[in-house]
């Protein structure tokens, strides 16, 4: 079985996965293992940044989310440097580069600059940490779409991009990723659109890893909830969907 | 790094990636080299299907979608019965068990048997197909929202359970799985939801793999397109996403 491998002067985009070491690819540890340099997330599990050689560079490109991220630029242009010092890049993300991660604007700016460069997609947490937490995202008796939706800078500005009652009408399953600050909106605005009050909720955390928990609860009493007593990084899961949790716990 | 081991008398649910063997998680590759019964679908990349262990049996229980699955009871049973001789199992799925997989019906199954078992999540073919024709699933500038959608019994029957009209208005990007024969259809109701003629939509055949082809039309050309002449599996991607592909084709 023959696996790419990375070349001096490329960057590749990769993910490392929702937390749990064992959901990377084997694209993913082949990079990582392979890099010059790896420039890295805040939430990478240390155990991951170990299968870097010793040596290989660890450069550290944390951004937390809500907060202005200034710095994205300063991420690309580094990336196109390392390139262009003919290094092998490993830009290591945190979930999938292309699920609410940005690395489409990372992957554009290489693209500018004529950097040579690779996508590697992962298990995203909007699939695993439910799953983890015994919540099948898609159920055949339940429902035929599921939609991931990020909140942030999306839920309570006004030009708001999320369209509240078309979301609440898909008859899906509903994640939300970096949302958790917006509990209490999210639910509201769902409910004035439609959603039933008894819809089951799951607000998962430190998804896929040993960290893990789960707080079970429904719209309606989303309100009762103070965000701030909940473990980030966290997932919000919305849908019939998460009553099969009871049968199907396997991670604790 | 530790890795979970699949025990005797388990059953594992494992996704096998969308088929780029170098997508596959170590979880998978853990469990393909242990098990002593590998009971697999018909879309399994042969290069996967060559990690487990020369004693290993393999056991076929392929399903084409759109034909009745009358035997989905039977992989149930079968599961079951190897679990309860001791074996260790895995049910290696194409994609991820729990995104339009029926992990769930399978896992309910070992459930109300008492067999222990545990899902491993994959990257799923509606991530990584359109990353790796060069489509950001989500990009800052576009979208908030992606969902993935099944067509398979719920585009055309009269109890459909796809809103249409509440996905073409949730602004973000649309992926359909196991959809492509339905592909005029969902166009028009599309349309007729109130999505734009020029949307951008890519059919991505045989995702991740060396023979991964690319269609680029839109909502309005998308009738004048014999599904027939489309390789499959195919996902239908919709949105202005689709756009990107020009500049961040890294695949070819």
């Known amino acids: 079985m023959k696996i790419d491998k990375i070349d001096s002067g490329e960057v590749w985009l990769v993910g490392a996965g929702p937390g749990d070491p064992g959901l990377l690819t084997l694209h993913a540890v082949n990079a990582i293992q392979a890099a010059d ?93 439910p799953a983890y937490a015994g919540i099948p995202i898609t159920h055949r008796e339940y429902n035929s779409v599921v939609s991931f939706v990020t909140g942030h800078h999306a ?13 609440a009408q898909t008859g899906g399953v509903i994640v939300f990723y970096m949302t958790l600050n917006r509990l209490n909106l999210v639910a509201r605005q769902l409910l004035e659109s439609g959603a039933k009050r008894s819809t089951p909720v799951a607000l998962i955390s430190n998804a896929t890893t040993r960290l893990q928990t789960v707080v079970e609860t429904t719209l309606a009493e989303c309100k009762s909830i103070d965000p701030s007593t909940i473990a980030k990084p966290c997932l919000i899961v919305v849908g019939d969907n998460v009553n099969l949790r009871q049968q199907l716990k396997w991670f604790d």
């Open 37 to 129: 340099y790896l420039v890295h997330d805040e939430l990478i599990n240390p155990d991951i940044l170990t299968l870097a050689s010793e040596n290989c560079q660890l450069i550290y490109a944390g951004k937390r989310g809500g907060k202005p991220s200034a710095n994205q630029v300063d991420i690309s242009l580094k990336l196109v440097e390392l390139a262009r010092e003919n290094y092998k890049v490993v830009r290591l993300k945190g979930g999938d580069p292309f699920v609410f991660g940005r690395g489409g604007e990372e992957a554009l700016a290489l693209y500018e600059n004529n950097i040579p460069f690779k996508i590697v997609p992962s298990v995203t947490s909007g699939v695993a940490g």
């Open 155 to 167: 839920v309570d500005s006004h030009d708001s991009r999320v369209n509240w009652h078309a979301l």
